[in-house]
């Protein structure tokens, strides 16, 4: 589920009508009093309990599936009285379909291993003591997103899998969707075991309480921010708590001159065109000089066909008719939409040189037959994700084989990629001894 | 090599006698841009190189000896003009055995296992995608630390060899002692084949520069700050990069009913007497009422012996002739020196219920014969390592088996506890396909 994102300008809102009555730095203080006492009692929940409650809040979305509707048709009518875009509508809108998908992913989640308590090794040192580390939730997770509501049953089943308590923090677009299904998990998981606390909603939609909410590292141990760039921006610049972004996708495919070109023209088009508004699809494609013609003639063809809008550079004109030149701007700029930029390149040095000054570190591709360069890339090549003949839509959870994922984060600590489960604990130092001591 | 603290008065001092010309955010930005553009080569240097450098490193702090020691001499003689005290004093001081220490430091992180480039897995999926992940470096570090001037030494060698580019900024009280390791450091590196700016050492010592340098999130990949609680302060306030903490360690140690007396006469003693300006130094003693008498008549004897300044609840008090009542500031305090708080306590809960309100989740130990106590106690508290029968003073690279650590971390994610060469690398996904797409 890699993060879909809204343009900067429908970013943290506020909308100040319906505000629950308590004032804003009050009101975050008693919610995050009351997450971070169930903190240490949550995670101690066994895996059964815990697989429980999250059938259970599975259940209980599809059981109050009405009540959720009703919800998301006040958020529908605010939208469509601010006139916000036709897919960002679309996104936000909740049908008994996707209620019931929301259900089948928190029960997907129920089914995965639990990682806490998992052990990562046990050794005896030359003193005897037996030293390991085992895994452990990291505690208090705040993630602040502006996605569609069913992040909200995601962020919440992953947490709770993991025995971290979540604070979430949704767009306002979403508030009321956002609102009824928290309340449903929340509710639920308590009936079936889980600490008050452990699923934290935070129902005001200030931008001042995002900002309060990141400097609250005494209840907070780490935030996930899943957005667009003003999002990011805001958190780099307040957060004093750690921070794992998911933040945005300058990706590439470099086409070799020994690439299969049937294999070239598929990735490319399934890396634009398959989903163009997710982090992981292909912005800027690098074509080496000795294959541009065969492969961008019929590629562009397709392109054009399926509506995506072409900027090339001088070359890619002269062989694809419908492009239109390219400004600088066209390179390192995530569309997010069906919308490529083109370059024609001299070798895969230059390819590279491209790829290091324009990309963002997040998935880089190469189609090639060629052993040498193939291996080259993999190797040179930053980025959270480096493939070689493969679709950049594929640097992903459940293709990885994850099971699921929290997002694909673009920090370089902790966890880079796509971020499952396991990256959701830390390890604590477990020593077994028998009376050792420093001498 | 847990972190040494400095009292908080005598961090980040001005000291604008001999700056360079250039304006602090000039100068800053000029190193930088080095640090930065060093990166790249520096990650695909070989472990031949790295490890040819780290003995041209150590063989030249040996061979300029005279300079280092003439450059310590200067900072001596200002630490004396203050009047710092003695502890602090002997601590910047740097003799010819200290000299070959720090090389014979380098020497051994040079024969540790390079982790760079070390797979973690590989996994055909289902579609036939092979994915798999390798240890990357993570980038630039900028390291801020107090200590000795031997940090400057470890945290350059640890970050080479794991094939980060370092950016340090040491401490102005040991600036030119550390301004001559760094020159030898990162000429002799150079001359080796390191490119240059791969160490890279802040010569200003002015306090806007350190806050400067916290916001450089173009340049640097992750701060490690290694020092007390006013660094720790400034770094959570200022910093926009990641930042893995080396804080603050409030240790204890619960003597149970069921323990070994001896033995936790040993641990206890060893725990606060060895080196009691670390980290992982125990600052309070939890003691099962059923045990205070013959573990504490004796005990407090020993520790009176060895100079420790006894703070006890009124029981200890009661039973060690020389303790002084414990005040509440006695509990939740890392004293650095030769100072304990004691506390009785009625059960193995209300010294857990201690340890998680006054404790820093740094390094807890029980003593206990009792298994399911042991096991309990190894659970349920949170730490960065949980022990049972050991000392606090275990908690540490070395005595783990890592080979050297750049510290002991704080922060819950990405290093828990002692940070080795392993931590400071990244994992990037790599993706071997054969033409693979998102369906």
């Not at 929940?45 to 409650?53: D, L, Q, R």
């Not at 790829?355 to 040179?380: D, P, Q, W």
């Not at 090549?381 to 839509?393: E, F, I, K, L, Q």
Request: charged share 25%; hydrophobic share 40%.
């Amino acid at each position: 589920m890699e993060s879909e994102k809204l343009e900067e300008d429908e970013q943290i809102e506020e909308s100040p009508e319906d505000q629950p009555e308590l004032d804003p730095a009050a009101y975050l203080e008693a919610l995050l009093q009351k997450a971070r006492q169930a903190m240490r009692p949550l995670s101690s929940v066994s895996t059964v309990v815990k697989n429980k409650a999250l059938f259970a809040m599975a259940a209980g979305l599809e059981e109050q599936s009405e009540q959720l509707l009703v919800a998301n048709a006040q958020d529908l009518e605010a939208f469509a009285e601010k006139q916000g875009n036709q897919a960002l509508a679309d996104r936000l809108t909740l049908t008994p379909e996707r209620i019931t998908e929301m259900a089948n992913g928190i029960r997907t989640i129920a089914a995965l291993r639990d990682p806490v308590g998992e052990s990562l090794g046990l050794r005896q040192l030359p003193n005897g003591m037996q030293v390991g580390r085992i895994r452990v939730p990291i505690g208090v997770i705040g993630i602040v997103y502006e996605s569609r509501p069913n992040v909200t049953a995601d962020a919440a089943a992953l947490c709770l899998k993991s025995g971290n308590v979540c604070v979430l923090r949704g767009g306002s677009e979403a508030i009321h969707s956002n609102t009824a299904i928290a309340e449903i998990l929340s509710t639920t998981a308590q009936q079936a075991g889980i600490p008050d606390g452990a699923i934290s909603f935070i129902e005001r939609t200030e931008r001042e309480t995002v900002i309060d909410l990141l400097k609250q590292d005494a209840f907070i141990d780490l935030i996930i921010p899943r957005g667009g760039g003003s999002l990011m921006e805001t958190v780099t610049t307040h957060a004093t708590i750690p921070v794992i972004k998911h933040d945005k996708g300058v990706c590439h495919i470099f086409v070799d001159a020994d690439a299969d070109l049937d294999m070239a023209r598929k990735i490319c088009f399934n890396a634009k065109v398959q989903r163009p508004s997710t982090c992981n699809a292909v912005e800027t494609l690098l074509v080496h000089q000795s294959v541009a013609r065969p492969l961008l003639e019929e590629l562009g063809k397709q392109l054009v066909e399926a509506k995506v809008e072409i900027r090339g550079c001088r070359k890619t004109c002269s062989l694809v008719p419908e492009a239109q030149p390219a400004s600088e701007d066209d390179y390192g700029q995530e569309f997010l939409s069906l919308i490529v930029s083109i370059k024609v390149v001299k070798d895969i040095d230059q390819a590279m040189a491209h790829i290091e000054r324009y990309g963002s570190c997040h998935t880089e591709a190469i189609v090639t037959k060629n052993y040498s360069r193939a291996m080259r890339f993999l190797r040179e090549v930053d980025a959270s994700a480096v493939m070689v003949n493969a679709s950049t839509r594929l640097n992903d959870g459940y293709q990885f084989g994850l099971g699921a994922e929290i997002g694909i984060s673009t920090t370089r600590i902790h966890a880079r990629g796509p971020m499952g489960l396991e990256d959701l604990t830390c390890a604590k130092y477990i020593v077994q001894g028998a009376g050792q001591i420093r001498e």
